[in-house]
């Protein structure tokens, strides 16, 4: 049970821990006793040989921002408006930003990290909540809702942290409105346009440990390298939702709905960091211990525009239904959800 969790907490870090170390403006130092100082610079270099080639990744940081974005339209009730009074879903959604159109995208990726940037990504909300109330009382086929998403978490072994904020304040109005056809065997719920404001905060701490070496550091001092890596994602987002969306009740119980719509980013900032977190060794005198300090950042932003399409396919019984939403971005970008919820 705690592997399985693990790895869906792992989901928005993949690509991380894919790269081992895709950072802008790399800065090492290793500082070892003063008998060996002779060794500082070759274990330096061992070390800029092996991170180097990921030193600068702009696309890569830009597409984490994008997918922090899709992932932000979690817990939706799209095609689930109409209620009297009251709605309540709890959802997840899970988003990917691909390089290109190939399903097997991420099979690829070291591949290409290897030969330079990639623009690639991934984001999760894993628990979002969202409250909706009918505000006919003031305005005829008006609905206020409000989202929120909290999710915390730390490995019992130290080496993993996840901590996920989100609010949100979403206004729905109905510009058509429903009606039944074919004696409500097929029932179109209207025409919606809905839009307001997310606020979204994600931060994903790893602990990641690299292939150990062992070299000649110069005068035949050997030296055993074991660079541990402290890995760090911090994305921000304040997101403007603006959607577009028609759906019908089939039979009762079948939900589908489509739409078109825009996420509008007003303001991200996207930043991966890497710190040191290991030891080089002389291997003739183990006592003398080299200090690593590996300090490494790419900072970027998220597209301030970002177009989707957008379909769900749900249940309803009664009160109560659990839907799939999808949506598809320009440029790559998708993002899959889970919503359960009750509109009374």
Same mark, same amino acid.
């Given at each position: 049970?705690?592997?399985?969790?693990?790895?869906?907490?792992?989901?928005?870090?993949?690509?991380?821990?894919?790269?081992?170390?895709?950072?802008?403006?790399?800065? !090492?130092?290793?500082?070892?006793?003063?008998?060996?100082?002779?060794?500082?610079?070759?274990?330096?270099?061992?070390?800029?040989?092996?991170?180097?080639?990921?030193?600068?990744?702009?696309?890569?940081?830009?597409?984490?921002?994008?997918?922090?974005?899709?992932?932000?339209?979690?817990?939706?009730?799209?095609?689930?408006?109409?209620?009297?009074?009251?709605?309540?879903?709890?959802?997840?959604?899970?988003?990917?930003?691909?390089?290109?159109?190939?399903?097997?995208?991420?099979? @690829?990726?070291?591949?290409?990290?290897?030969?330079?940037?990639?623009?690639?990504?991934?984001?999760?909300?894993?628990?979002?909540?969202?409250?909706?109330?009918?505000?006919?009382? /003031?305005?005829?086929?008006?609905?206020?809702?409000?989202?929120?998403?909290?999710?915390?978490?730390?490995?019992?072994?130290?080496?993993?942290?996840?901590?996920?904020?989100?609010?949100?304040?979403?206004?729905?109005?109905?510009? !058509?409105?429903?009606?039944? /056809?074919?004696?409500?065997?097929?029932?179109? @719920?209207? =025409?919606?346009?809905?839009?307001?404001? #997310?606020?979204?905060?994600?931060?994903?701490?790893?602990?990641?440990?690299?292939?150990?070496?062992?070299?000649?550091?110069?005068?035949?001092?050997?030296?055993? =390298?074991?660079?541990?890596?402290?890995?760090?994602?911090? #994305?921000?987002?304040?997101? !403007?939702?603006?959607?577009?969306?028609?759906?019908?009740?089939?039979?009762?119980?079948?939900?589908?709905?489509?739409?078109?719509?825009?996420?509008?980013?007003?303001?991200?900032?996207?930043?991966?960091?890497?710190?040191?977190?290991?030891?080089?060794?002389?291997?003739?005198?183990?006592?003398?211990?080299?200090? #690593?300090?590996?300090?490494?950042?790419?900072?970027?932003?998220?597209?301030?525009?970002?177009?989707?399409?957008?379909?769900?396919?749900?249940?309803?019984?009664?009160?109560?239904?659990?839907?799939?939403?999808?949506?598809?971005?320009?440029?790559?970008?998708?993002?899959?959800?889970?919503?359960?919820?009750?509109?009374?």
């Amino acid at each position: 049970m705690k592997r399985a969790k693990l790895i869906i907490l792992l989901f928005p870090v993949l690509m991380i821990l894919a790269i081992t170390g895709a950072y802008a403006a790399m800065n !090492i130092t290793v500082d070892f006793p003063d008998t060996y100082n002779g060794a500082e610079a070759e274990t330096r270099n061992r070390l800029l040989n092996e991170l180097g080639k990921y030193e600068n990744l702009p696309d890569l940081t830009r597409g984490f921002g994008n997918a922090a974005t899709y992932a932000s339209n979690a817990a939706t009730m799209r095609g689930y408006q109409g209620y009297n009074f009251l709605c309540i879903a709890v959802g997840t959604m899970a988003a990917a930003q691909a390089p290109d159109a190939d399903i097997f995208f991420y099979q @690829k990726v070291q591949d290409q990290l290897d030969d330079g940037d990639v623009y690639a990504g991934l984001g999760a909300n894993p628990l979002v909540g969202q409250v909706g109330i009918n505000m006919g009382f /003031i305005i005829p086929d008006l609905y206020l809702s409000f989202k929120f998403g909290k999710f915390d978490y730390k490995a019992d072994a130290g080496n993993m942290g996840y901590d996920n904020n989100l609010l949100g304040v979403i206004v729905d109005y109905q510009l !058509i409105p429903s009606r039944s /056809i074919l004696a409500g065997i097929l029932f179109w @719920k209207g =025409l919606n346009i809905e839009s307001g404001f #997310i606020y979204s905060n994600n931060n994903v701490v790893y602990t990641q440990e690299l292939d150990s070496m062992e070299f000649d550091a110069g005068g035949g001092v050997m030296v055993n =390298l074991d660079p541990s890596i402290d890995l760090e994602m911090d #994305i921000e987002s304040y997101i !403007i939702p603006v959607e577009i969306y028609s759906a019908c009740r089939l039979f009762y119980v079948i939900n589908f709905g489509v739409g078109i719509g825009m996420d509008y980013v007003y303001k991200n900032s996207t930043d991966l960091k890497i710190r040191s977190a290991g030891t080089a060794t002389i291997v003739a005198d183990p006592g003398s211990k080299g200090i #690593i300090d590996i300090d490494a950042g790419t900072s970027n932003k998220a597209d301030r525009y970002r177009f989707k399409g957008m379909v769900n396919l749900g249940l309803g019984f009664g009160p109560v239904f659990v839907d799939i939403p999808i949506n598809v971005y320009l440029d790559n970008g998708y993002a899959v959800g889970l919503s359960v919820g009750i509109a009374l």
